[in-house]
């Protein structure tokens, strides 16, 4: 996991930190996968998506999947027996996905972070989808631009569930794609005491 991807996710949760949210019981998890889920667990419920999981330079496993519908997964040459081989990482909320991804601590062998991908028009169907699930979210509404300057609407809206952040981003990466992300406030503390250091050795480098 590079520092831009570490330090996106802790830049959003800084920014919502003093926000009260609306609280849903229970332990929230996207299509049986959940923050703090062992990777024994986790492979047993998706073969095909561990299949393609791999150890970063920061020691930590970084998975990745790729849903029928993946362009990207064309693109980028991964074998066709791959793609779309969990039925149940196929949709999200009815809605096609791109790509899904998860990353997982070594010392504790438990999920980190998980995320889909799914195209921006499906935004409004997975929001309605997360909220009937979750309840009311705290929205944050934004104008952004992309490199040519054109304008697009941005829309956050994000659950805190116990001790799980649960957001969905309208745009993400590009302005076609749109994120729904899972993490837990233990990964947050430990990925902010690892910005907090690559910014120490950043310094010290200069």
Not at 10 to 39: C, H
Not at 58 to 77: D, H, L, N, P, Q
Not at 103 to 113: C, N, Q, R, V
């Amino acid at each position: 996991m590079n520092r831009a991807y570490l330090a996106g996710i802790l830049l959003a949760t800084l920014a919502w930190s003093s926000v009260a949210q609306e609280k849903a019981p229970g332990r929230p998890d996207f299509n049986g996968i959940y923050p703090e889920m062992t990777r024994a667990d986790f492979d047993a419920l998706y073969p095909v998506f561990a299949k393609g999981c791999r150890k970063m330079p920061t020691g930590r496993v970084y998975c990745m999947y790729f849903g029928t519908s993946s362009e990207m997964a064309k693109e980028i040459g991964i074998p066709a027996s791959w793609i779309g081989a969990e039925p149940n990482l196929n949709t999200f909320a009815g809605e096609p996905v791109e790509s899904a991804f998860v990353t997982l601590d070594p010392s504790s062998e438990k999920i980190f972070t998980l995320s889909f991908e799914l195209y921006t028009r499906s935004f409004d169907i997975v929001g309605r989808a997360l909220t009937k699930r979750f309840g009311k979210p705290h929205t944050r509404t934004s104008r952004i631009r992309d490199r040519t300057g054109a304008e697009f609407d941005q829309v956050q809206m994000r659950w805190t569930i116990g001790s799980t952040i649960v957001e969905c981003e309208k745009r993400s990466g590009s302005m076609d794609m749109m994120k729904v992300s899972m993490v837990s406030r233990a990964a947050m503390a430990i990925i902010e005491k690892e910005i907090k250091a690559m910014e120490a050795k950043g310094a010290k480098d200069r």
